[in-house]
DNA sequence: CTGTTAGCGCGTTCAA
DNA sequence: TTGAACGCGCTAACAG
């Protein structure tokens, strides 16, 4: 702004002081009705927009509330900030957000140029290469709040929101056996992720249950690009014996997936089937969709994270880390 | 946080002033070498992070840079939104986001709040519902730049990026009279939008030009809502002569509309074809896409956006506002 | 080389 | 009812 007028300015036009201004504007009853009325006039005339910056410096707050996650462009993450920002505007806040595309360099310098540049909490929704905690401990020192959702860290004394992963393979791995389906691969996501312990543990679970032997090459990671999404998945297909179902760590994964069993001419639902997790609106318009899938709740995440995060910003003293749960679904759909 | 540590108090414990201190910080050469180490190491010890708030309150800046658009779950602006970021981050700026879901009070709103909250310069790209510019001239009156981007706001001065939609409307419709398809459709956005009277210029351009009558109830306008589309989508097919082809606002309307076909037994691309306007990533998932798609460059114009905007910003003098072009591209799937 | 002083815009206590 | 003075945390012009 070439120049804002303060209060200052104010003061000056109305030959009163600038407390007298500060006072009248926030409507102090013990200022004169006349004075008052003619510094809001005078306010208005000149279009006196307080200086947030100034008041943040006195409050010790920025009410920027930074949000750090792997990809905007994937709706899950998109839909969970969408939560944040409703809620933090309504108190007041501002979303400020970073994205790590999944590297832990990018993730790294995100939170450091938050703390650098100023906010009252963080949300984390970690990287997937991610594999120590030493930035978000350095956050830690400095007493700004963290709560990680979805993608948690492992070991840290902050909140988090997640949800049972383990329950909700279990129940879609049970989903395809009940459908007599048999042969189940896994593509799971990279072993740095918590979710990726709790996936294959609902994996394994189910299978001993019925006596299903685990075979060990129908179990892969992928790094969630599509090129190495494709790369296992024709790995599966080149098997002496390829999966008749696959568990996919996320739609995207099963998309890509998917796309390379029609390239080799498998039709989807009925050569192979997948389930896989996140239930994202554009899988609706699929004609041939994952047969089922595990809706993660994004809003409801990130209602809860930002919910958990505004009290560690406004009562620190009271504030006691929680561990919060968000049940999933199973979606079937057909 | 808690009570970080200020310059004040590595001044105290070392006894010196807090210039010192903050010359000391930035390395000034006419500070002795002796206490400037000593002032680094101290500093380095009690964790001591500037208080940007304090250093935005003498730069007479915030380095915020507010964001709004209709929705971050549209792919098309959270590509933007990553551009924006990029290159905001590279120049020490970092991103605020806010949504407008369309809704014109919800960007009034928007605007508002990023005012108050403290920004340096907005992006928008409008909301389809927004018909007047009066909380925009608010921010100019300021002397907060804005940029706007791809949805454009007629009649403002200030810098904006869009693409030259009659011209990609003309392409994409002289590709579906090549392909010997004459009833085409048009489901266009609201009237509000510039975007929506520019594709339907070009429509009417290329019917004109080959002698094509333009039959008033082929062209139909939506409020974006998947619940609109399907029902003008509906209303197309329930004409006497329903069309062979759709010309559709975007991707998502498309998408919209091929489920209706769907869901009354048209095969897509065989019975009825599509052509859309963003050509977006997910599009590459489907069985039966749209058979071509105008692609709008999302990250090309997110980058030039904050390119035209951060000028203004650091240089409000020497700055004149700019309308660019960005060029599109016809994607043809088969 | 370092200290003193002033000021960014605002809120607030203490006097008058 | 209003003014004077101070402080938030930091930078910078001026002095020594």
């Known amino acids: 702004m070439v120049h804002a007028t303060t209060m200052k300015e104010i003061a000056r036009q109305l030959g009163v002081t600038v407390s007298t201004v500060s006072r009248a504007l926030q409507n102090h009853p013990s200022i004169g009705l006349r004075t008052r009325e003619r510094v809001h006039e005078l306010a208005k005339q000149l279009d006196y927009v307080p200086n947030p910056t100034a008041i943040n410096l006195k409050r010790r707050r920025t009410y920027n509330i930074g949000v750090v996650l792997p990809a905007l ?43 650098k540049h100023g906010i009252d909490g963080i ?57 007599g389906l048999t042969k189940i691969a896994l593509l799971n996501g990279p072993g740095t992720l918590q979710a990726t312990d709790e996936r294959l543990k609902g994996y394994v679970t189910v299978l001993n249950k019925h006596g299903i032997a685990i075979s060990r090459p ?24 390829p999966p008749q179902a696959i568990l996919a760590f996320n739609d995207y994964v099963a998309l890509d997936a998917m796309q390379v069993c029609r390239q080799r001419g498998l039709v989807i639902n009925q050569d192979i089937h997948f389930v896989s997790f996140s ?35 406004e009562d620190p003293q009271h504030y006691t880390p929680e561990k919060v749960i968000i049940p999933y679904q199973l979606i079937v759909r057909e």
Chains 1, 2 share one sequence.
């Not at 939560?83 to 990018?106: L, P």
């Not at 007493?143 to 992963?165: E, H, Q, T, W």
């Not at 129908?218 to 002496?240: G, I």
Request: a negative charge; proline letters at 4%.
């Open 279 to 313: 239930n994202l609106p554009f899988c609706s318009y699929l004609e041939q969709p994952p047969i089922a899938s595990i809706e993660q709740f994004p809003y409801e995440m990130g209602t809860k994270a930002i919910q958990l995060l505004l009290p560690a910003i």
């Open 218 to 241: 129908y179990v892969r990671s992928v790094n969630l690009t599509k090129e190495d999404t494709a790369k296992k998945m024709n790995e599966l297909l080149d098997l002496d014996e």
């Open 123 to 179: 949300i984390v929704s970690l990287a997937s290469e991610t594999q120590n905690n030493s930035h978000f401990l350095e956050v830690n020192k400095h007493g700004i709040p963290i709560v990680f959702f979805d993608r948690v860290a492992k070991n840290m004394p902050n909140s988090c929101v997640y949800v049972d992963l383990t329950a909700g393979a279990i129940e879609a791995v049970e989903y395809l056996v009940a459908r």
């Open 73 to 115: 462009t994937e709706q899950f993450f998109s839909m969970a900030i969408s939560a944040i920002e409703d809620v933090a505007i309504g108190k007041g806040y501002s979303v400020v957000v970073m994205q790590s595309r999944n590297d832990y360099e990018r993730e790294r310098l995100a939170i450091s140029n938050l703390v």
